[in-house]
Structures are given as C-alpha cells and as structure tokens.
Nanobody, 126 residues
Framework: QVQLVESGGGLVQAGDSLRLSCAAS????????MGWFRQAPGKEREFVTA????????YYADSVKGRFTISRDNAKNTLYLQMNSLKPEDTAVYYC???????????????????WGQGTQVTVSS
C-alpha cells in the first residue's frame, strides 16, 4: 500500500519561505509522476505543481509560478516543495499526491491522482 507523509508546514509571515517534504513508501517512487495540491477553507482543492517521474519536467499553476519550486529525490523517495515569497492567499492545507501510472505523464486534475498524503497546514499571515 502506498503511503505519503507530508511535513514542513507552519505559520509564517508574508514574504517568508517554507519547504514542504513528502516521504513516499510502498511503491517504486521513481516510476511515478507526483504533484502538490492545496485546499483553502471553503474552497475546492486546487493544483499547485507537478513533476514527471524523471524529474525532468515540471508544471506550475500561474498563481505560484516563479515563487514555488517542485523537486524530487528518487534515491530518498521524497518529493519537495520550496515555497518562497509566500502570500496570505497561499494559506491552505497542502497535499502531495501520486499518479499511479508507471512512467505516466503528469496531470493537473486531482482526480487523476490515486494516492494522497494527510496534508500539512501552511498559514501565511499578513
């Protein structure tokens, strides 16, 4: 069974940085595209960023482009999200997700991802 465990969330001020981590187990991590999504109170879960199984290609929502960076360390079975220049509107629960298609492409739709972590809260104060 796949297990994804996020960490690194917290309370920060606008302009600060945070790095989220997602530790994966139960699959050969390097074979699967991964993504980060977020959900703010009263809003639907939204795509943030995704990365191919090789790490060679990345995709970002317009709202985070230039501020957030996704990366992966396949040797450590870990996905990362570096968040810089945080804004209050970035406040949300952040989830990592695995798309259960070997060597498959990334996708921006949450329904295309099969396994999810429990989420980590990121709160940005103004």
């Amino acid at each position: 069974q796949v297990q994804l465990v996020e960490s690194g969330g917290g309370l920060v001020q606008a302009g600060d940085s945070l790095r989220l981590s997602c530790a994966a187990s139960g699959r050969t991590f390097s074979m699967y595209a991964m993504g980060w999504f977020r959900q703010a109170p009263g809003k639907e879960r939204e795509f943030v960023t995704a990365i191919t199984w090789t790490g060679g290609s990345t995709y970002y929502a317009d709202s985070v482009k230039g501020r957030f960076t996704i990366s992966r360390d396949n040797a450590k079975n870990t996905l990362y999200l570096q968040m810089n220049s945080l804004k209050p509107e970035d406040t949300a629960v952040y989830y990592c997700a695995l798309r259960n298609r070997r060597w498959g492409a990334v996708h921006t739709g949450s329904s295309e991802y099969d396994y999810w972590g429990q989420g980590t809260q990121v709160t940005v104060s103004s």
